[in-house]
């Protein structure tokens, strides 16, 4: 799961739809399975939310919730 990804998309004020809308998927739940770590995200994928978020990539993928 990733807790940050999940929490800049939240504090973005976007929806899953929104996200899946940005990297290109047809459907919000293929991008739920990819935020859960059911599906792996692609390295285009992966590029544009970087990109849209202006984070370091370990910040937003491998970066383990603070607790």
Known sequence: M???LIKLRKEN???QLDMAQLI???EYQ???NK???KTK???KEVIIIQKHFNK???????AEESI
Request: hydrophobic share 40%; net charge negative.
């Open 56 to 62: 370091p990539l370990d910040y937003i993928f491998f």
């Open 41 to 43: 995200f692609n390295l």
């Open 13 to 15: 004020n976007m929806t």
């Open 30 to 32: 293929t991008y739920g």
């Open 2 to 4: 990733y807790w940050n």
């Open 35 to 37: 935020e859960l770590g």
């Open 24 to 26: 290109g998927v047809k």
